[in-house]
């Protein structure tokens, strides 16, 4: 900057106070600068005085001689002067740092800032040691930034640990740019080794945002819902406030609009998963199924809901792979109207249960639930596609409408066997009494038990 840029850029902010600034920004006519307003040299520039008694800013302008050293306290007044030196000066800030502001001077300190914050800026940081000697902070690319025909493999596995923080390769990538109403792009793994911390009570999302390539926050912007917290990566979007952070965010609507788009984009990416390699899909499920169905908890649309439900996918009687509930919607009986399931806390224990007796000897599949949140999204929905569901262990499943081989061959002897159950039920009643409230001959036991 030359003199006059000095005064433009820095005097004009120093000479006003926060309040006046904050205030001309706020009046600003213009919307889209405003926001532009938020990130420019000035206004992080101004904040130097919150750690710092005095700064110095010596800088020369490309193509000029003249360099100059801006200097001032904060309290509204500023010097400027010639330096006189054939020394090419890039900007440069020296700041008095407040004696309980010294950690700022420690080179870790500094570094930390930059690399999480600015490690993906157009414009190099460098430290400068005591010696004169410097060291480039930031380093890595913006890879998100590029086509994603321009990136390659190699580089999406660095990116990929380096926001991760876990082994292996991404099993999948997922590399866009909305240009919608809302513009951003979002670089987003699903990691092939599941993380440590996936089942932490917090449930903690670790996607982070960025605004124009400036990390602003991964803790208290909810840019995708909780239960794709398996999700690692980035979003950027030009269309943010820099300041974000410090909004009612789970109010602020680009954001609400941002995750609707990308929680819209996985779950379609995963479905043309599934069905391109099942055998692959069944890896992924196998790890994060248990995530994704908590979705199934939360308050969405119905059509929501359901594209999220169809990528589910369950243990079945009917099959030794893991199905889709389409996948047994389409084997249903022509006079079944129910989807049957059955709960429990394992495979093995729900494949020997007594309860599922009934429906295999009537060719009936059922689906098998094993996950704790099973017993929690079975209670909030009902049914899929006009399909209601039906606990396999309901009093009220009718298996006698639907009829076996097994079941012509014994019809013969139907009427013996209603005779004998009417009399076994006489009896039970009467010896029972008002111990029980009724009782009821089951259809779904077939083995019998001593």
């Known amino acids: 900057m030359n003199r006059q840029d000095l005064i433009d850029n820095l005097g004009t902010i120093a000479g006003s ?26 206004v992080g520039f101004y904040s130097s005085f919150m750690v710092a008694s005095e700064v110095i800013v010596e800088s020369r302008k490309a193509g000029e001689e003249e360099s100059w050293i801006w200097q001032s306290k904060g309290d509204g007044e500023y010097s400027i002067r010639t330096i006189f030196s054939a020394v090419l000066l890039t900007l440069a800030g020296s700041p008095g740092l407040h004696p309980e502001e010294n950690e700022f001077l420690d080179k870790f300190r500094v570094e930390y800032i930059v690399t999480t914050y600015s490690d993906h800026i157009n414009f190099p940081v460098e430290f400068i040691d005591e010696e004169g000697k ?45 240009e919608g109403a809302i513009e951003y792009t979002n670089l987003l793994y699903v990691p092939s080794i599941k993380p440590f911390d996936l089942f932490h009570p917090d449930r903690r999302c670790s996607v982070k945002l960025y605004v124009n390539k400036v990390f602003i926050t991964e803790d208290n912007v909810q840019i995708i819902p909780q239960y ?23 109010n602020n609507r680009a954001v609400e609009q941002i995750r609707k788009s990308l929680t819209k984009r996985v779950i379609s990416e995963l479905g ?5 390699n099942l055998e692959e899909y069944t890896k992924f499920w196998t790890k994060f199924g248990a995530v994704l169905k908590e979705g199934l908890c939360e308050a969405m649309l ?29 084997r249903m009986k022509p006079e079944q109207k129910h989807i049957y399931y059955l709960t429990g806390n394992s495979l093995d224990s729900v494949k020997n249960s007594p309860q599922l007796e009934g429906f295999v000897s009537k060719g009936l599949e059922v689906l098998l639930f094993v996950d704790p949140v099973d017993d929690f999204w079975t209670s909030v929905i009902h049914e899929y596609k006009d399909q209601k569901f039906k606990s396999a262990t309901r009093a009220d499943v009718d298996l006698e409408k639907f009829s076996s081989e097994e079941d012509k061959k014994n019809e013969e002897n139907k009427s013996n066997e209603e005779k004998t159950e009417e009399t076994i039920l006489q009896y039970f009643t009467t010896v029972l009494g008002d111990l029980v409230k009724s009782v009821k001959i089951s259809k779904k036991l077939i083995v019998p038990y001593a």
């Open 17 to 42: 106070g926060t309040q006046k600034f904050l205030d001309a920004i706020k009046n600003s006519k213009d919307s889209s600068q405003t926001v532009e307003l938020i990130g420019k040299f000035g």
């Open 134 to 178: 410097s060291e480039k902070l930031n380093s890595k690319a913006a890879i998100w930034t590029k086509p994603k025909n321009d990136v390659t493999q190699e580089e999406q596995n660095d990116f990929f640990r380096s926001v991760a923080h876990v082994g292996g390769e991404p099993w999948m990538i997922l590399h866009n740019k909305n």
């Open 228 to 250: 794709l917290r398996f999700l690692k990566g980035v979003v950027d979007s030009p269309d943010l406030p820099l300041n974000i952070s410090r909004e009612t965010l789970q």
């Open 272 to 276: 043309k998963k599934a069905k391109e």
């Open 302 to 330: 119905t059509d929501e809901r359901e594209a999220l439900l169809s990528i589910c996918r369950f243990h079945s009687t009917g099959d030794e792979k893991l199905v889709s509930i389409d996948d047994y919607i389409s």
